[in-house]
């Protein structure tokens, strides 16, 4: 009895070739298939093909309109080592494969399909598809338009500086960036922004100021507070979300001297201010050494009244 082996590799001659005992080998309708086998005992090996809208029984590998059980067959040669090999062009059947599942029937007799039980044979699965062709288009760049509150503020696009908002950017290509807009005394934002091929992709964003906090106290208490001229509580007081920079805070007591003076905010933290008001002076005083005339007591008595007066000469 001959003993077939048929074998499906990836080159003619390959060495280590995939011996197909199930499966299937894929490729695509016009490529050139390498198939190669053994058979012992016989000098010629008959290869059939079925599949897709192809005759139940078979045709030939090189004309798919030659039918096997009309006696046609693709005949291959055994060598001296009992080995055949066979290269099936796909694209020269005469005629057109359909895409799919087909099987190569290889029998050591030109026996078709129906007529196998008196011959020995191996199979091997083919599965062909249409190729498909990508076509790479270029893409077409895209724009973004920036814009933020307040104006002037700074954009960084993928850690790149790139301007100050209002601003127009062309020459995008389509993607996804990280846009993070700054300005001094408000917090960073940033936002992933989508760039789409031909569009223009429009962010605006308001920008959040930075805060701190101003904790007011005086001594005496009860202080009226004012922060640059507009009255916001009295002392003991915490001012929240207040702006970050330079400010001016008053201080107003009936019978103290008013205060005034600068206090800076800082971002996230709370600037303490503490202050002892001064009081005001009953009977202020005119510097030593100087000439004048000084009040210093009135009676009245009825409808007569005295005004004493003393003269103080400069001190030499």
Same mark, same amino acid.
């Given at each position: 009895? &001959?003993?077939?082996?048929?074998?499906?590799?990836?080159?003619?001659?390959?060495?280590?070739?995939?011996?197909?005992?199930?499966?299937?080998?894929?490729?695509?309708?016009?490529?050139?298939?390498?198939?190669?086998?053994? !058979?012992?005992?016989?000098?010629?090996?008959?290869?059939?093909?079925?599949?897709?809208?192809?005759?139940?029984?078979?045709?030939?590998?090189?004309?798919?309109?030659? *039918?096997?059980?009309?006696?046609?067959?693709?005949?291959?040669?055994?060598? !001296?080592?009992?080995?055949?090999?066979?290269?099936?062009?796909? &694209?020269?059947?005469?005629?057109?494969?359909?895409?799919?599942?087909?099987?190569?029937?290889?029998?050591?007799?030109? %026996?078709?399909?129906?007529?196998?039980?008196? $011959?020995?044979?191996?199979?091997? !699965?083919?599965?062909?598809?249409?190729?498909?062709?990508?076509?790479?288009?270029?893409?077409? /760049?895209? $724009?973004?338009?920036? %814009?933020?509150?307040?104006? @002037?503020?700074?954009? +960084?696009?993928?850690?790149?500086?790139?301007?100050?908002? /209002?601003?127009?950017?062309?020459?995008?290509?389509?993607?996804?960036?990280?846009?993070?807009? !700054?300005?001094?005394?408000? *917090?960073?934002?940033?936002?992933?922004?989508?760039?789409?091929?031909?569009?223009?992709? @429009?962010? =605006?964003?308001?920008?959040?100021?930075?805060?701190?906090?101003?904790?007011?106290?005086?001594?005496?208490?009860?202080?009226? +507070?004012?922060?640059?001229?507009?009255?916001?509580?009295?002392?003991?007081?915490?001012?929240?979300?207040?702006?970050?920079?330079?400010? =001016?805070?008053?201080?107003? %007591? @009936?019978?103290?001297?008013?205060? @005034?003076?600068?206090?800076?905010?800082? =971002?996230?933290?709370?600037?303490? =201010?503490? +202050?002892?008001?001064?009081? +005001?002076?009953?009977? /202020?005083?005119?510097?030593?050494?100087?000439?004048?005339?000084?009040?210093?007591?009135?009676?009245?008595?009825?409808?007569?009244?005295?005004?004493?007066?003393? &003269?103080?000469? *400069?001190?030499?």
């Amino acid at each position: 009895m &001959n003993i077939l082996r048929t074998t499906l590799c990836a080159g003619f001659f390959a060495i280590g070739c995939l011996l197909l005992t199930g499966g299937v080998a894929a490729y695509y309708i016009g490529d050139t298939i390498p198939l190669q086998g053994y !058979s012992y005992g016989s000098q010629t090996v008959y290869l059939f093909l079925t599949g897709p809208n192809l005759p139940v029984n078979g045709v030939a590998l090189d004309n798919i309109n030659a *039918r096997a059980d009309q006696g046609h067959f693709t005949t291959v040669d055994v060598d !001296s080592n009992d080995h055949w090999s066979y290269k099936w062009g796909t &694209n020269a059947v005469g005629g057109k494969l359909d895409a799919g599942t087909y099987t190569v029937w290889v029998s050591n007799s030109p %026996n078709d399909r129906s007529h196998l039980d008196t $011959a020995d044979y191996s199979t091997i !699965s083919v599965g062909l598809g249409v190729p498909s062709i990508t076509v790479l288009t270029p893409a077409v /760049p895209g $724009a973004l338009m920036l %814009n933020a509150t307040p104006v @002037e503020a700074s954009v +960084v696009i993928n850690g790149a500086y790139k301007g100050s908002t /209002p601003l127009i950017l062309d020459g995008i290509e389509p993607g996804t960036y990280t846009v993070t807009f !700054s300005h001094f005394g408000y *917090r960073k934002f940033s936002t992933p922004v989508k760039v789409e091929s031909g569009k223009i992709s @429009e962010v =605006t964003a308001t920008l959040v100021p930075e805060t701190g906090s101003i904790a007011v106290n005086t001594s005496p208490a009860g202080a009226r +507070v004012l922060l640059d001229g507009v009255a916001v509580g009295i002392a003991p007081v915490t001012l929240t979300n207040i702006a970050v920079g330079n400010h =001016t805070l008053s201080l107003e %007591n @009936e019978g103290f001297s008013p205060v @005034e003076l600068p206090v800076q905010v800082i =971002t996230d933290q709370i600037t303490v =201010t503490a +202050v002892t008001l001064v009081p +005001v002076s009953a009977h /202020p005083t005119l510097p030593a050494g100087e000439r004048g005339i000084i009040p210093v007591l009135l009676i009245a008595c009825g409808a007569v009244g005295a005004l004493v007066i003393f &003269n103080r000469s *400069r001190s030499r």
